[in-house]
């Protein structure tokens, strides 16, 4: 299957050599096996996983070692081919979740880390939860997760450096600090790579999305689904009841077949 070329897929490839260094501060054991109790709490039974916008591979490989079946894909080639690298065993597509194939009958479909925020559009996010609606099993559970204001007003709003012998990256945030509901927010990540006595530079621009929760609602209605649950999340990825769009830093999403 081939990826549709546009902006998302087109980022990522670059970034793919230097996503693992630049995410190396976050703990996917722990906070993948608090998403798998949180689905678990809410009636999730089997262990058929698919992994939408599956990156490198690090929001699935917990799963994997906690004898989960895996499918996978990504948008971006790169990402993909090193993902694949990390799970031979695992199915690892290349494919656009606003057009996500049928790829079988799933327990529990993921998409986590950013990746509806990266659908600009609402029609859009409609076609991306009835994608992946397609994929869920009768008794499956969808989990998904959406950056809230309090990520695009500080994060997006801001910039950070990781800085090595040899690779020095860079997060500058191009979005207003008090970005409102709905808001486009645009970053640009840079990658400076030395190799022996010259350095390299990637630049890449990364656009999202806020998407308010009525307009979720909205979404998976559309699709054929209805929210189980919603829950707030912080930086400490723990979730609690009753997200809060300016002190939480994402919403956590579980959904199911419309009953």
Same mark, same amino acid.
């Given at each position: 299957m081939?990826?549709?070329a546009?902006?998302?897929?087109?980022?990522?490839d670059?970034?793919a050599?230097?996503?693992? =260094?630049?995410?190396?501060?976050h703990?996917?054991?722990?906070?993948?096996?608090?998403?798998? =109790?949180?689905? =678990?709490?809410?009636?999730?039974?089997?262990r058929? $996983?698919l992994?939408?916008?599956?990156?490198?591979?690090?929001?699935?490989?917990?799963?994997?070692?906690?004898?989960?079946?895996?499918?996978?894909?990504d948008?971006?080639?790169?990402?993909?081919?090193?993902?694949?690298?990390?799970?031979?065993?695992?199915p690892?597509?290349?494919?656009d979740?606003?057009a996500?194939?049928? $790829?079988?009958?799933?327990?529990?479909v993921?998409?986590?880390?950013? *990746?509806?925020?990266?659908?600009?559009?609402?029609?859009?996010?409609?076609?991306? /939860?009835? +994608?992946?609606?397609?994929? /869920?099993?009768?008794?499956g559970?969808?989990?998904?997760?959406?950056?809230?204001l +309090?990520?695009?007003? *500080?994060?997006?709003a801001?910039?950070?450096?990781?800085?090595?012998?040899?690779?020095?990256?860079?997060w500058?945030g =191009?979005?207003?600090?008090d970005?409102?509901?709905?808001?486009?927010?645009?970053?640009?990540?840079?990658a400076?790579a030395?190799?022996?006595?010259?350095?390299?530079r990637?630049?890449?621009?990364?656009?999202?999305r806020?998407?308010?929760?009525p307009?979720?609602?909205?979404?998976?209605?559309a699709?054929?689904?209805?929210?189980?649950?919603?829950?707030?999340?912080?930086?400490?990825?723990?979730?609690?009841?009753?997200?809060?769009?300016?002190?939480?830093t994402?919403? /956590?999403?579980?959904?199911?077949?419309?009953r």
């Amino acid at each position: 299957m081939t990826a549709v070329a546009d902006p998302i897929s087109c980022a990522y490839d670059e970034m793919a050599p230097y996503y693992d =260094r630049f995410t190396a501060g976050h703990d996917y054991d722990a906070w993948t096996l608090t998403l798998e =109790r949180l689905a =678990r709490a809410h009636g999730l039974a089997g262990r058929r $996983l698919l992994d939408v916008g599956c990156g490198t591979g690090k929001s699935f490989m917990p799963f994997l070692a906690r004898g989960y079946d895996v499918t996978a894909c990504d948008v971006s080639a790169a990402m993909a081919a090193i993902a694949a690298a990390k799970a031979p065993a695992v199915p690892v597509h290349v494919c656009d979740a606003r057009a996500l194939p049928a $790829l079988g009958d799933f327990d529990l479909v993921c998409c986590v880390d950013d *990746g509806l925020n990266h659908v600009l559009e609402r029609e859009e996010l409609t076609d991306a /939860l009835a +994608a992946m609606a397609a994929n /869920l099993a009768g008794h499956g559970l969808l989990l998904f997760d959406l950056n809230n204001l +309090a990520t695009y007003r *500080g994060f997006f709003a801001s910039t950070s450096v990781q800085e090595s012998d040899d690779l020095v990256l860079v997060w500058h945030g =191009r979005c207003a600090a008090d970005a409102g509901p709905g808001a486009r927010a645009e970053a640009d990540f840079s990658a400076f790579a030395r190799a022996d006595d010259s350095w390299s530079r990637v630049r890449v621009t990364h656009v999202q999305r806020h998407h308010p929760e009525p307009v979720v609602a909205a979404a998976l209605t559309a699709a054929g689904l209805e929210c189980v649950a919603a829950y707030g999340q912080g930086l400490d990825g723990l979730p609690h009841a009753g997200p809060d769009e300016l002190a939480d830093t994402k919403t /956590l999403y579980l959904a199911r077949h419309a009953r």
